[in-house]
């Protein structure tokens, strides 16, 4: 961010990494720094410790307060879910489930 102000880069969009910024800190604090520069995510979940890219739910990030975050953003980002292979998991029954936690919480 300190960049984008220094070189008057205002029109320049950031992907918010929820799982990055979990483990960097704190979803909020990170999300409070980006809020007016936040164009597009990267939706995974982690327990803090390693960039698992978990499905959401399946990590430690509080979901309800990052889409509250999300949905007081100035413009309403895209969520793009940024996932780890999983050959036990069929995506496609996951995906309704996991938008539909996401656009209630």
């Not at 982690?46 to 949905?71: C, F, Q, Y």
Request: glycine content about 6%.
């Amino acid at each position: 961010m300190e960049m984008i102000h220094a070189a008057h880069f205002n029109d320049v969009g950031i992907c918010f990494d929820f799982g990055h910024a979990h483990m960097m800190g704190s979803v909020r604090e990170a999300f409070e720094i980006m809020r007016t520069q936040v164009c597009s995510t990267h939706v995974h979940d982690n327990a803090k410790v390693h960039d698992s890219h978990l499905w959401p739910g399946e990590g430690t990030i509080d979901w309800k307060e990052a889409m509250e975050l999300m949905r007081s953003a100035p413009q309403a980002p895209p969520l793009m879910l940024e996932l780890a292979e999983n050959e036990k998991v069929n995506p496609l029954e996951k995906f309704g489930a996991t938008f539909e936690k996401l656009e209630t919480a």
